[in-house]
């Protein structure tokens, strides 16, 4: 479950570079990648008001499916426009909201007797993915940190996620997979990027 490390200056400013493209032509930008960010990463990307910090979309890639630099502008333009729970982002809120970037390791199920599961999850560190009856749902490691979750309380929102039970995690066909991330993000909007530990 190696995590890749990048520096993700340099991808804040892609993703909102792709918004902006995307206003201005109603078209997702077509880039080259750069050789540092052509390897295949899974990614997603979060868009926050400011200051408020309530969530405005989050879209992306639990699993490396194609080049980073490719990945951060689909999730871009899919967090701003197509996250069923908002409306599409209008051009004057640009300015108004923060990035954030999180770059996946590939997710890894956890395994073994599932009362041990909650042992297994390390919070700060560990994202989690339930899949079970071809439902599927995702929570990124700050998730757990913003809300003060324990581990089992972890499992358990990534099944309400999910659209499950809370202790569907139980399950014996329930799978249960972690990753881990590098996270980035602006300070204020269009401004200094930070990494989030």
């Keep these: 479950m190696e995590l890749k490390l990048v520096d993700g200056k340099e991808l804040i400013g892609l993703a909102r570079k792709s918004l902006n493209y995307f206003f201005a032509s109603n078209a997702v930008m077509k880039d080259v990648a750069p050789k540092k960010f052509s390897e295949k990463q899974g990614v997603f990307v979060t868009l926050n008001e400011f200051p408020s910090k309530e969530l405005r979309g989050c879209i992306g890639f639990p699993n490396p499916i194609m080049p980073l630099w490719n990945a951060v502008i689909?999730?871009?333009?899919s967090a701003g426009f197509n996250d069923p729970r908002f409306n599409a982002l209008k051009l004057e809120e640009l300015?108004?909201?923060t990035l954030e970037i999180s770059v996946l390791s590939v997710p890894k199920e956890i395994e073994g007797d599932k009362e041990l599961i909650p042992e297994k999850i390390e919070i700060t560190k560990d994202g989690l993915i339930i899949?079970?009856?071809e439902r599927t749902g995702l929570l990124l490691p700050q998730v757990a940190m913003e809300w003060?979750?324990?581990?089992?309380?972890?499992l358990e929102q990534t099944c309400v996620k999910a659209?499950?039970?809370?202790?569907?995690?139980?399950?014996k066909e329930c799978k249960i997979l972690k990753f881990q991330a590098q996270i980035f993000s602006e300070k204020e909007p269009n401004k200094k990027v930070i990494e989030v530990h």
């Design 74 to 77: 689909e999730a871009s333009v």
């Design 95 to 97: 300015e108004k909201i």
């Design 131 to 133: 899949k079970m009856r």
């Design 148 to 154: 003060e979750w324990d581990s089992k309380e972890f």
């Design 163 to 171: 659209g499950l039970q809370k202790d569907a995690w139980k399950e």
